[in-house]
């Protein structure tokens, strides 16, 4: 039943997520979960970026939402037009990085127009808080990554002597971490764990990240006890900080309708039957990837859509140099291949979708399980490896592709695990019906909202 009104608070929430839309959603769906409690939201992002934030927002009796415009100051070597991640390569969004650190001015105007009471912010701005101190705003850090990756990597125990972890190092959990259900990692893993305490012409990520923590009144988590309570009880003993927890902050049903051709080609498959193949709105593979993915589909013999990523101009060229000679004529009739932006959500909840091979994206994780999916993780970055880690060995759902000790995968091996998703019984079911379970899920907001007016007044 359709919700007709609500009660209104005098609180007045900002929330500025960083520019990849795998961050963005996350603070939108959070900011629908905290506006349906009355809750007045206002949304910063560039200006590119407004039409799909707006169209992800729920709009009724009662909410009050909006989203500002705030432009990206130019920056020596980022072209204009960068508004987000999704078409730029890891060194054009290091420079937004870079353009994001001279937005100070912007936000402080904007602080002193729109008076809210409180920021939620996202992991690259140190420099935010000491603003909102300034204007008498409460500064919330969200993040959108699991408890685990944040226990495991983001916290002050791995400074040692004031020193940065080698790789070595971080084969191993932090001083005081007890990780029973985690494998060992592979030295590959560990490689790309240490690419976020490297610098490229400023803070690395990690040092932003602490920077952030020391610099707030509160850090808010997207995850729950439920979930990762070890992780989460180690945080903030490392933190010294209110630590507040959102939940999963699952999205609600996507609005609209599956149009063609997505509609169209899915009703021609059995329920249950087809792969959705999809890492998010930033990750691009390698040539050499690609075809390893797209010959281990193909030898599942099951129906496919195969989504990727390319930078900005190089999707026609890079998509005929990566496919393996004669994949499209051979997958005609059961594969789909989509280059840019695809409508994931309406897709993954389609009747005849059964499969669901991811990078282990933080919101992946939650929609594969909620649509009781068969989940085949091959994590790509950083905190990937540790959030698929988590939910295959902790959460007990989901497969992993094997992948060679340089973090190298073949057709075989993402064949193997798909069929190993196909073959298991579908399992999951405790995570999906928590997931599920309205009144629980409605509870993290509330209490969350709870908790955002106390941080208001203290």
């Known amino acids: ?90 060194a054009m969004a290091e420079l937004l990085k870079l353009a994001l650190d001279k937005m100070g001015p912007q936000i402080e105007e904007l602080f002193g127009e729109l008076r809210p009471d409180i920021v939620v912010f996202d992991f690259v701005m140190p420099w935010l808080p000491p603003i909102a101190l300034k204007h008498g705003v409460k500064s919330i850090f969200f993040s959108i990554f699991t408890a685990c990756m944040i226990a495991y990597l983001a916290v002050p125990s791995r400074f040692i002597d004031g020193k940065c972890p080698t790789v070595e190092d971080l ?129 599942t013999a099951a129906p496919f859509i195969l989504a990727l990523k390319f930078p900005k101009n190089e999707e026609y060229t890079r998509l005929k140099e990566a496919l393996p000679e004669g994949f499209e004529e051979r997958v005609k009739n059961r594969g789909m291949v989509a280059t840019g932006w695809i409508p994931q959500q309406l897709i993954l909840a389609h009747r005849n979708v059964g499969y669901f091979v991811n990078h282990a994206g933080s919101s992946s994780i939650i929609e594969g399980p909620f649509h009781d999916l068969g989940i085949i993780f091959l994590p790509l970055r950083l905190d990937q490896f540790l959030t698929s880690k988590l939910v295959v060995h902790s959460l007990k759902t989901g497969v992993e592709v094997d992948r060679d000790d340089d973090g190298g995968f073949t057709k075989d091996d993402v064949c193997r695990a798909v069929k190993a998703s196909m073959a298991a019984e579908r399992g999951g079911h405790e995570l999906r019906d928590f997931l599920r379970d309205r009144e629980k899920q409605e509870g993290f907001s509330r209490d969350l909202v709870e908790n955002l007016k106390e941080i208001k007044y203290c």
């Not at 971490?177 to 305490?197: A, I, M, N, Q, T």
């Not at 990240?209 to 707030?216: R, T």
């Not at 509160?218 to 979930?227: D, H, I, T």
């Open 1 to 90: 039943m359709a919700r007709t009104s609500m009660p209104e608070t005098d609180l007045h929430v900002a929330m500025f997520p960083w520019f990849a839309f795998g961050h963005i959603y996350p603070f939108v769906q959070l900011a629908n979960k905290i506006a349906s409690h009355g809750v007045r939201v206002s949304i910063f992002s560039a200006p590119g970026n407004i039409p799909r934030i707006t169209s992800a927002l729920k709009t009724g009796p009662g909410y009050r939402t909006a989203v500002v415009p705030v432009p990206i100051p130019p920056v020596e070597g980022l072209p204009p037009g960068f508004d987000s991640t999704t078409e730029a390569t890891p």
């Open 171 to 299: 084969r191993r959990p932090p001083p005081g971490l007890e990780v029973e259900d985690l494998p060992s990692f592979k030295r590959y893993e560990c490689r790309e764990f240490h690419y976020g305490y490297e610098r490229f012409g400023g803070p690395s990520a990690v040092e932003r990240w602490l920077a952030s923590v020391q610099g707030c009144d509160a850090f808010l988590m997207k995850s729950c006890m439920e979930m990762e309570g070890a992780y989460i009880k180690y945080v903030e003993t490392q933190y010294n900080k209110p630590v507040l927890l959102a939940g999963p902050v699952v999205p609600d049903p996507p609005a609209g309708e599956l149009v063609e051709p997505w509609a169209g080609w899915l009703s021609r498959f059995p329920e249950k039957s087809v792969i959705l193949c999809s890492f998010g709105a930033e990750a691009f593979l390698k040539d050499d990837q690609i075809k390893e993915l797209a010959w281990g589909l193909e030898m």
